[in-house]
C-alpha cells in the first residue's frame, strides 16, 4: 500500500478563482428585484460588460421574452434579445479597444412593482469621455422599462425597454443602433 509524499496538496485549500465569464471586479447581485437588475444594468454599462449583459434580459423561458422598443424620433423597428446582445457585444468591443469606459447617471422619476410584475421609469444620461483619437460623446432621454419575475426562480429581468431621447442629445437608442447591425 502506498502512502501519499508530503508534497501532496490533495486536501490543501487553494487560491479562489475568477467565474470565467463576466469581469471579477464588477459587483454583480442576484436578481432578486427589479432594483437589483438595474444596479446590474449600471454596472454592466459602466464595466462594458458583455458576458453577463444578457443575464438582464428576458428570455424565451420567461412569461414574456425581451423587446427593445426605441426612441419614435430614431428611425427604426423595435427588436430582440438576440439583436440587444450582439449589439452590446460590438459595442463593447468597440469602447474596450478604445480603452474608453463610459459614465452612467440613472435618476429614477417613478417605479411600480405589483406581484410578478414592475416597470420603472429613469432619465439617463451616458457619457463617453474623449480616447484613443475619439472625441468624447454624451447620449441622454428617458427609458421605461417592465420587469417580470420568473416562477420557478423568482429572478427577475427585463421584458420591455421603451427608449425617448431628449431633445438636445441622441438617445441611447441611436448608441445601440449604431452596433445593431455591422
Same mark, same amino acid.
Given at each position: ?5 508530503? *508534497?501532496?496538496?490533495? !486536501? ?37 460588460? @458583455? ?9 424565451? *423561458? ?5 423587446? !427593445? ?29 478604445? &480603452?474608453? &469606459? ?19 421609469? @429613469? ?22 422599462? @417592465? !420587469? ?5 426562480? *423568482? ?23 449604431? !452596433?445593431?447591425?455591422?
Amino acid at each position: 500500500m502506498a502512502i501519499l509524499g508530503n *508534497g501532496c496538496a490533495l !486536501f490543501e485549500p487553494r487560491a479562489s478563482e475568477h467565474p470565467e465569464d463576466g469581469d471579477p471586479d464588477l459587483d454583480w447581485q442576484p436578481p432578486i428585484s427589479p432594483s437589483a437588475v438595474l444596479d446590474n444594468l449600471h454596472g454592466a454599462v459602466e464595466a462594458l460588460e @458583455a458576458n453577463r449583459y444578457p443575464e438582464l434580459l428576458a428570455d424565451e *423561458g420567461w412569461s414574456r421574452a425581451f423587446q !427593445f422598443v426605441p426612441d419614435p424620433a430614431a428611425a427604426g423597428a423595435a427588436w430582440g434579445r438576440l439583436e440587444e446582445q450582439s449589439a452590446w457585444q460590438r459595442l463593447c468591443d468597440h469602447y474596450q479597444a478604445l &480603452q474608453v &469606459q463610459p459614465l452612467l447617471q440613472l435618476m429614477r422619476t417613478d417605479s411600480l412593482v405589483a406581484g410578478d410584475s414592475a416597470s420603472c421609469t @429613469a432619465d439617463y444620461v451616458i457619457h463617453f469621455p474623449a480616447g484613443a483619437g475619439t472625441a468624447a460623446s454624451s447620449y441622454s432621454g428617458r427609458l421605461h422599462m @417592465a !420587469f417580470s419575475r420568473r416562477e420557478d426562480t *423568482g429572478d427577475w429581468a427585463i421584458h420591455r425597454w421603451e427608449d425617448t431621447g431628449s431633445d438636445s442629445l441622441p438617445s441611447w437608442t441611436q448608441l445601440k443602433q449604431a !452596433f445593431l447591425w455591422p
